[in-house]
């Protein structure tokens, strides 16, 4: 029988005496993540042409966000970019408050940047330590993660969870700081510095480090740019655009930090400027810390804001109050927003409709990553196989972001 006219182009077998080998590397394979496949056609081990599919989590982020109240969305943003939470909760709030109107209050602002700080330091340490893991120094990864877990711990200290926080609510957050979180981070820091110093010695002046990472995944200025690139791949090429700077959020108009910038566009470039950023995040939540005000972490508008338990239970009012914001959810003001954030990864944009209703009428994310695997072929063409690992490793893909 005929195969249907859709499989004719598809269904087309190599011709073994092709110089040009075509192979499929992952999804099943240790460095793609579980659903990343990269299409390969090689002349020996070099890479003529590479066709990458992202695959799919089926998470439907943007249509399940559709099916739920606008509060009901923030454990969904938990699992977009998984190793940041907290930057993902914030970025969501801060949209839909924008098209309600209202400005949380100042502690509240300065919590979330702490938090949104210590989540870019945790996601930095994991994506470094991994990259280190697969160029063989496994001792650099273990220090890394080490470091990780005291960060994890002041995040459960202070969300309830290490994860999927579910943290921000719109209007402010659900838990304030404990009475010994500047005292426990400063702990912390004593165990970043010596981390990040001893990792410097292994791997900044490490010959075999530098081989595989120096000149490897190299783009242009012009390239980065016009494949609408951010964060640490556009830094990296010496264009010191970060959203904390140029379109400043909560109070970062108020802290004092340099942004890390690269020269050569290259996978060693990207690796210092992730490097380079946790030290700057270090200098801002210490900043942050020294002017944290004292005050609600919520606002108290009962449009928006469920009231408290003992309201709840003991007057009518509360009871009723609860329910509707339940059931019913936020009633946010017809309109559409674009908010951005400064992610781990680079520009983390939540486009929102609202058609006044509980729901959210459409929600859009702008995942950083997933603008990097776009251009995750133009970085790897003429390189070897092994490149593949080292240059997929600096883009930091995250399924969760990726997952349309």
Request: include cysteine; charged fraction near 25%.
């Amino acid at each position: 029988m005929a195969l249907p006219a859709r499989w004719k182009d598809k269904i087309v077998p190599s011709d073994p005496s092709d110089e040009i080998m075509e192979l499929q590397m992952g999804p099943s394979h240790p460095a793609s993540h579980g659903t990343i496949k990269f299409n390969l056609k090689l002349d020996g081990e070099r890479i003529v042409d590479c066709d990458v599919e992202v695959g799919f989590l089926h998470r439907g982020f943007e249509k399940m966000c559709e099916q739920g109240t606008w509060t009901q969305c923030f454990p969904y943003t938990d699992r977009l970019n998984y190793a940041s939470p907290c930057i993902n909760n914030v970025g969501f709030a801060l949209a839909v408050e924008r098209l309600l109107g209202i400005d949380t209050t100042e502690r509240c602002k300065y919590v979330r940047l702490i938090m949104s700080e210590v989540s870019r330091i945790a996601d930095h340490l994991t994506c470094l330590g991994m990259a280190a893991e697969e160029v063989g120094a496994t001792t650099v990864a273990f220090y890394m993660l080490e470091a990780r877990e005291f960060l994890y711990d002041l995040i459960e200290a202070v969300t309830g969870a290490r994860v999927t926080v579910t943290w921000c609510r719109v209007g402010g957050v659900t838990h304030d700081l404990p009475a010994d979180f500047t005292d426990r981070m400063k702990a912390s820091f004593v165990c970043l510095d010596q981390v990040l110093g001893d990792c410097d010695k292994l791997l900044s002046r490490n010959r075999v480090f530098i081989d595989r990472m120096a000149g490897v995944g190299k783009l242009s200025k012009e390239e980065v740019i016009s494949y609408g690139l951010s964060g640490p791949l556009l830094r990296a090429v010496g264009v010191s655009y970060d959203v904390r700077k140029a379109h400043p959020y909560l109070v970062y108009d108020r802290m004092e930090f340099e942004v890390p910038v690269g020269d050569r566009g290259d996978n060693y470039d990207r690796f210092n400027v992730r490097f380079q950023e946790m030290y700057q995040s270090k200098r801002i939540i210490e900043q942050a810390l020294a002017a944290l005000p004292e005050g609600p972490v919520t606002i108290t508008d009962p449009k928006v804001v469920l009231p408290d338990k003992e309201k709840v239970y003991n007057s009518i009012e509360g009871l009723m109050n609860h329910f509707k914001l339940i059931m019913e959810g936020i009633h946010v003001p017809a309109g559409e927003v674009y908010q951005a954030v400064e992610g781990a990864n680079g520009e983390l944009g939540f486009y929102v409709v609202s058609d006044g209703s509980g729901r959210p009428y459409r929600v859009r994310v702008r995942p950083p990553c997933f603008l990097g695997m776009g251009a995750l072929n133009k970085m790897l063409i003429g390189r070897m196989i092994p490149d593949i690992i080292t240059t997929f490793g600096m883009i930091n893909m995250i399924g969760g972001e990726c997952d349309r």
